[in-house]
């Protein structure tokens, strides 16, 4: 499977005072201790809890769907990657996983000569990313690289567990209960740090751990694009993504979603305006927010000149990389501009309500999807795709979405630092150091963990505003942006670190999601082995010179090469 286990150094490790096996019992009440509990198997949780074990920790990694990996499995979202990927840009253990990925498909699946060929494989031949590939094939991936750990009892994972309690004395957190979604048993865990690898930052509120959610005002963070006035309750839609197969000549429609009519006349009421219905092949460009018009072709590609074909999009299985074409269909993950949901939010709020902003998620999905069967305008005049199947066997649930919303946005901590839009936004920068865009580079962090490039891009949201999408700069990801101001033994270790709203939209993606995750592994296992602190590791020079050569040494980039600083 093509894994790289490099072990830390000895010098750099000293394995000293490191917990016994956690030891539980089988659907009861249990409790147990870890060197390193990691709340959640999103992306980052998953690159947080192998980096941990690489140090010699004994950790528990919890996951509340069935599905390790996040983005990446559970909530059917392909690779948003920078155009420097194949090359730099990511870590080592990254860039391990993507080949891992290339290699099960050579390994599993009938490729053409061609395609086995292709040193940069994308299964997918999506327009989104280099390597859109099919879900399962990240979790067998992910899976196989946790296994070893499993394997020797290093590694304790518990699948569909929620975080609902936990017990801090001071600034420590001293235990977290979890509780199986499956039989409502509970289990306790202590560990000496706890790492937040929630989508949303479940641990964050039942900690008592100081964060922020939504807008932050102008004057508070000194951006030029933040608003006025701050807005806790505005954040970015989320998305019910599906999987969707096409077969010629066959009929597939659904039964009409129960919220079907409402959603076929949805005007969205955004600021700058929406250009017509959300259920239309138009939508507002998200730099000029000038009306676009795209379209929908199962069977073509795009067409030069021509508008976007969303089905290419987020295609993972493109038929003609495969010798089963007979038999075999294209597949394409429906993350569009029209199953974006900004009526409200699933956290914050009752159980009740978040409850119902999520069933009205996925209602918009299964009406959109009826409405590619049933109405969508086609290429040649006709309306509809009934061929239009919806695949559960790539979901892996029953109704066929996914098993996880895709969250943009999460609880965000009071972090040591926060990255700004002036520290890696393009004209944000150049006006802090008055000096031309085209010389412009963004702030250097001493105490960088990582790198990452992506647009500022932000969906439409909960307060009524379009997209906002501007120009960023390559970035490095700072240690202080992981490390609570106040919390002494909790570490972000996702989307929750100190960015802001609009920064989010640039430090939300697959591989900086890993390398945060990663890192934040990383610095809890050197914390256990060394005795130190995280706001130690970071605030003394020579501890975070010795803690960054050796995550160096681990494969962290932790600068931009001159050529992509732009």
Not at 479 to 497: D, S, V
Request: charged content about 20%; hydrophobic content about 35%; aromatic content about 8%.
């Amino acid at each position: 499977m093509h894994r790289i286990r490099q072990p830390f150094s000895r010098r750099g490790f000293l394995k000293a005072g490191l917990s016994a096996p956690f030891a539980f019992r089988a659907l009861g009440v249990a409790s147990g201790k870890v060197d390193i509990a990691v709340i959640g198997a999103s992306t980052g949780g998953v690159a947080a809890a192998l980096a941990a074990m690489r140090t010699g920790a004994r950790v528990l990694l919890t996951e509340e769907t069935d599905w390790v990996g996040g983005q990446l499995t559970s909530q059917l979202v392909p690779p948003d990657e920078h155009p420097w990927i194949e090359h730099t840009g990511v870590t080592r253990l990254y860039r391990t996983y993507r080949n891992a990925v290339r290699a099960f498909y050579r390994d599993h699946y009938p490729l053409t000569a061609e395609a086995r060929a292709t040193p940069f494989l994308n299964p997918g031949n999506g327009s989104v990313s280099r390597i859109t590939h099919e879900p399962r094939v990240s979790l067998e991936v992910l899976e196989s690289m946790l296994q070893p750990y499993l394997s020797s009892g290093q590694l304790t994972l518990l699948l569909r567990h929620k975080p609902v309690q936990a017990e801090v004395a001071g600034n420590r957190i001293r235990r977290v209960q979890l509780r199986a979604l499956d039989t409502g048993s509970v289990v306790e865990v202590e560990a000496a740090y706890f790492l937040d690898a929630t989508d949303q930052g479940d641990l964050l509120p039942i900690s008592g751990t100081e964060y922020v959610t939504g807008a932050e005002s102008r004057a508070q963070t000194g951006e030029p694009t933040a608003p006025e006035i701050v807005q806790p309750h505005n954040i970015q839609a989320f998305t019910v993504c599906f999987a969707l197969g096409y077969r010629e000549g066959e009929d597939h429609t659904i039964e009409k979603p129960a919220q079907y009519s409402f959603w076929r006349d949805y005007v969205p009421a955004l600021k700058p305006a929406w250009p017509g219905k959300l259920l239309s092949l138009s939508y507002s460009n998200p730099v000029t927010l000038e009306p676009r018009t795209l379209t929908v072709d199962p069977t073509r590609e795009a067409v030069p000149g021509g508008p976007l074909n969303l089905w290419i999009y987020r295609r993972i299985r493109d038929r003609r990389n495969f010798t089963d074409t007979a038999t075999g269909s294209d597949i394409s993950l429906i993350n569009w501009p029209q199953n974006d949901y900004w009526l409200g939010r699933i956290h914050e709020q009752s159980d009740a309500e978040n409850s119902r902003h999520l069933e009205a998620g996925k209602q918009l999905s299964l009406s959109l999807l009826y409405w590619l069967q049933t109405e969508a305008p086609r290429p040649d005049g006709g309306q509809g795709w009934k061929g239009l199947e919806l695949r559960k066997d790539v979901s892996g649930t029953a109704d066929g979405l996914a098993k996880y919303p895709y969250i943009r946005e999460s609880r965000r901590i009071r972090a040591e630092y926060t990255v700004t839009e002036k520290q890696v936004g393009l004209k944000a920068r150049a006006a802090v150091l008055g000096i031309p865009e085209r010389e412009v580079r963004a702030e250097t962090f001493a105490d960088s963990v990582g790198v990452g490039s992506y647009r500022i891009d932000l969906h439409p949201s909960t307060g009524g505003d379009n997209y906002i999408d501007i120009s960023s700069l390559p970035f490095q990801i700072p240690l202080g942006a992981l490390i609570p101001q106040r919390m002494e033994n909790l570490i972000a270790a996702c989307k929750n670190i100190g960015v802001t709203h609009l920064t989010n939209g640039c430090y939300r993606l697959h591989p900086v999601e890993w390398n945060i995750g990663e890192s934040a592994g990383y610095l809890a296992g050197w914390c256990v082995a060394r005795g130190d602190s995280p706001r130690a590791v970071r605030n003394q020079k020579q501890k975070l010179d010795e803690f960054q050569r050796e995550i160096a040494r681990q494969g962290v980039e932790l600068n931009w090469p001159q050529y992509t600083a732009r």
